[in-house]
């Protein structure tokens, strides 16, 4: 049997002294978080690495994993920080929220060299330490909550722009379908039209021969005008006269 790592037996240690409230708030914590940003459910910070990664889900998972964790929603915390470590472990999608959290940096510097001109003393401080005091005011506790806040703001903007998009999308699909199915139907229409027509064909063809036959049939309920014939004594009616001689 292979002998227990330095790391494992940290481990053991550390889920001993944990106590079932500390297992309880770590539900809380995970369950508060931004669901866009799987740093702040890892509770990491944007610069880690994938190993830190790694090592800080096997901390918490085990942490909240429901056969140990007898919190009602452990199942539900356990789950997003396996979504968490899986998006930052997948390439294309730690490219996609590093390339936010980079833009959220850049609007923040933006705003701060619009306060240094302001500022004569701190703009002259910076330009004296050559940028170290910028680097040190980035590495501070509050442009970190305020690069959370801002990755927040600039993730939510994007979702919503995706879902829009997505909405438009299945808009557009759906009136495509239904001009297929109109159209299907009117195709559907036509060729009734055709059979039911080639269907009477005969029927026609029938009719007409009897009416080359026998002229036209006298429509039930229509009077028929009298027939002009040559006088005939036998005939009550007035006749048309006949010309003689």
């Not at 929603?73 to 979504?83: D, M, P």
């Not at 014939?229 to 009550?236: G, I, L, Q, Y």
Request: glycine letters at 2%; proline letters at 3%; a positive charge.
């Amino acid at each position: 049997m292979a002998a227990e790592s330095e790391e494992e037996r940290l481990l053991k240690s550390f889920f001993l002294e944990v106590s079932e409230v500390e297992r309880d708030n770590e539900v809380l914590r995970i369950l508060s978080c931004f669901k866009l940003n799987p740093f702040e459910h890892l509770n990491l910070p944007f610069n880690s690495s994938t190993d830190d990664v790694k090592k800080q889900y096997r901390k918490l998972s085990l942490l909240v994993h429901p056969d140990k964790c007898k919190h009602a929603q452990a199942k539900e915390a356990f789950a997003a920080l396996a979504k968490a470590q899986q998006l930052l472990l997948d390439p294309q999608e730690r490219e996609y929220i590093l390339s936010q959290v980079n833009h959220a940096k850049e609007e923040l510097r933006s705003k701060r060299k619009k306060e240094l001109k302001k500022d004569n003393a701190t703009k002259i401080k910076s330009l004296v330490d050559e940028g170290k005091y910028e680097h040190q005011y980035e590495q501070s506790d509050e442009f970190q909550q305020m690069l959370k806040l801002k990755v927040r703001e600039i993730l939510t903007e994007q979702e919503w722009r995706r879902r829009k998009m997505q909405m438009r999308i299945s808009e557009e699909e759906g009136r495509l379908k239904k001009d297929e199915e109109e159209t299907k139907e009117m195709w559907k229409r036509k060729r009734e039209h055709e059979e039911q027509w080639e269907g009477t064909r005969e029927q026609r063809v029938s009719s007409w021969r009897d009416f080359m036959k026998g002229g036209k049939k006298v429509k039930k309920g229509e009077i028929r005008p009298p027939k002009l014939k040559t006088e005939d004594p036998e005939k009550s009616y007035v006749q048309r006269p006949v010309k003689r001689g």
